[in-house]
């Protein structure tokens, strides 16, 4: 019987160790030692909380756990519900609304809160909980101590007062970002997002007639998805205000059911809303206390759960959602679940779907081009390339999302305008011209402030980019871009090199022959730069690092092959140097740096391309031509280490920008050691 594989890093069967902590090391070590877990990675202090004290000392916050707070106090109370979640002192509905979706769904809520969690059995002070973030998920490690204030929970609460699972998850959720503060305000389609590993999109209520929208809405409920919705408030100041038929303005609801009732009047088509507070519900017709219900049977009422009480969950008519809401935002698990138009997906249909991701970032004079209205910056934004193939269709389906990261963890609550556009790719090299001649085949909209864009496209088989931009430039931000496929789409990339002129090889030839003598060996000493087009001198060390980046099977000499093999490609790198050094300034920029890297076969993030400039730029904060040569030569070996010594599994998942970065950081390219013996 062969051991069971291990699930991959960052998937849900393994999920990443959020601070390293692993839960199950910290408990057992708890148990044994008698002593409940306090977690240092997320204190009971202010800090944690990461909003300014309240000066009042009959205010003072204390740290309690669950047992300090309830007599009878349980993780779980029966099984999970809408009504499990409360809002407390703290403007994050959007979290809790994603929330109360997530309990609808047992086999993505046990994803999040993992079972076999309890306040008795094995009790040691620790719970764990899952949440997505962009590309894979994290597993974040608590302890029990909540924040309470004159003896009550301060934030999230359960409307049964004893169960404290809701108030849990949203402790881990704070510490995953840094802090409670930092979970005010926000997009529904966050939390449904980071609860689940889908996609969420919105849908304009008046785009849809209510029958539509009601069917559009049932068919995505069926298939798993995520739902809520709200009222758009017109200024600040109306955030939160109640209106006359009890519903809260620029506050997100939970849409948790659908259903449809018949009257001798007619058909009413319903949705069932939830309230995160728990309490100000609709008062409208077919609200909980509506006369609409008397004409309607008490089991066909039991049916439909009508509970009448102050539990912020209510029925409301489809005419009415539609007269009172401005947007639903929806979270699709499973791209098939998308909803296209006024027609949902047919519940029958499948369809295979490959992901893939990339990360990137807008580095402030590097890659942050702004908008297309800034024709003279915009090519310097990130690009993808990809290449789409269909053997079965002539039309590709794809669906791309744009993600701002983590700039809750940083305390940027405020996102950046960001959208992206899709060209169809004609050459190699998009540079400025490309962009002022072509327009754009696909994009995501509008600049939108919020942490996701996204836009499902249909496209012939060929080759495309894909540019992600902020609408204004020299804006800095990292992001997530996530591209799925359907059928046999395919992303794909390719370096041609450079050949060896005959001019070239005779020249070279001479040299070797003058300079490398009886021996046959050409030292590091002896490389010749004449054949360039400027005489540029190189370093000794540039001239180590270029032979320790041939293969010489552990000598520090090059024979005649690899010598013009290498002067060729010397050459090669001068005339980049030049053709992107666009000021002659005789050094790069990382902008630059990054245009010349790419035509010398490398595609590196801006991050890269920045740690790249500091550390070959000597200090300085653009690189001179010794310092691009070997900047791309140990590129080139780190390649070349990576495709002759790692396993196929590793290279079917690809070198990643992290990958460069920490051999930047740490490891200065393996050979410093070697070069100085």
Known sequence: MQPEEEAALGSIGNPIRFKDQHFKTLRDECLKSGVLFSDPAFAADQKSIGMPEDPDPNKAIKWLRPKEISKNAVFVEGTTGTTD???????????????????????????VVPPKQNLSESYAGIFHFRFWQYGEWVEVVVDDRLPVREGRLLFSYSHTRNEYWSALVEKAYAKL???????????????????TGGIAYS????????????????????????????????????????TGDGLVKGHAYAITDSDKVKKASGETLLLKLRNPWGFVEYSGPWSDKSKDWDDVGKAERDRMELKKREDGEFWISTEDFSRLFDTVELCSVSPDTLVEGDTPASPGATSVWTISAHEGCWVPGSSAGGSRRYQRSFWKNPQFELVLTEQDK???????????????????????YMAFHIYRLQGACLDRSFFTQNRPVGRSGKYRAQRGVWRKVHLDPGNYVIVASTYRPNKPGEFFLQICLCLLCACASQVMSMPVS??????????????AGPVRQFLPLSL??????KDYHLPLETCRQLIFGEKTKGRSSLSRKQTETLL?????LQSIFFRFDEDSSGTMSPFELSMALQAAGVQCDGKVVQLLSERFGSGEPHLPFCGFVSCVTRLRKLFALYESETSQEVKDRGINNVSIRLCIISYRFINDQILNR
């Open 85 to 111: 979640i409360c809002q407390g002192q703290l403007g994050n509905c959007w979290l809790l609304a994603a929330l109360s979706c997530l309990t609808m769904h047992p086999k993505l809520f046990v994803k």
């Open 177 to 195: 970002i840094g802090s409670y503060g930092s979970l005010k305000g926000g997009n529904i389609s966050e939390g449904m997002e980071d609860f």
């Open 203 to 242: 849908i304009p209520v008046s785009s849809r007639t209510p029958r539509v929208l009601w069917r559009s809405l049932t068919a995505a409920l069926s298939r798993g998805s995520l739902l809520s919705c709200f009222i758009q408030a017109s200024s600040y100041q109306e955030i939160g205000k109640v």
């Open 394 to 416: 002539k039309i590709c389906t794809i669906l791309v999302e744009l993600l701002q990261k983590d700039r809750r963890k940083k305390n940027k609550v405020h996102f950046l």
């Open 502 to 515: 005959p001019e070239d090889h005779i020249r070279v030839q001479k040299t070797f022959d003058d300079v």
């Open 528 to 533: 010749d730069f004449s054949f360039l087009e």
């Open 568 to 572: 060729s490609y010397l050459r090669n």
